[in-house]
């Protein structure tokens, strides 16, 4: 059957989608079911949560530490400038597809690479 309108599309796969997601938490679900009735599983996931707060006392100890502070601060600010600088590149991006239409794009090199534009479907907004 083809869809009239784009939009009919949109609905369309939002309905499918909602009945995938549905069916693939019942099957999560399942799988958790068998995996916490077997024995060895649970076993080495009794370890795995030791391990965790052993863990977890060693970062506090580390975090602790000044020269951890300060060059754990130092990687914080360029993860910040990285995904400020993404967001810059991905803004360019798709101001550069919607004014050449163009899948590729030169880098100052000479290399070619794919210009990736997609979209998805945000959070319910308050109508």
């Known amino acids: 059957m083809e869809d009239k309108t784009t939009l009919e599309a949109v609905h369309r796969l939002m309905l499918e989608l909602a009945e995938t997601r549905g069916k693939m938490k019942t ?3 399942q799988l958790k ?3 916490e009735q077997n024995d ?3 076993a080495i996931q009794e370890e795995l949560k030791e391990a965790s707060v052993k863990r977890q006392t060693a970062k506090k100890l580390l975090e602790a530490d000044k020269d951890y502070q300060l060059v754990n ?3 914080e600010e360029l993860k910040f400038k990285f995904k400020d600088l993404q967001e810059i590149m991905s803004h360019h991006l798709v101001t550069y597809f919607s004014e050449t239409n163009e899948t590729q ?3 100052p090199e000479g290399d070619s690479m794919q210009v990736v534009v997609s979209a998805k479907l945000g959070k319910e ?3």
């Open 33 to 35: 079911d068998i995996a």
């Open 27 to 29: 099957i999560k679900d």
């Open 73 to 75: 601060s130092e990687l």
């Open 105 to 107: 794009i030169q880098t």
């Open 40 to 42: 060895e599983f649970r």
């Open 125 to 127: 907004v308050a109508s």
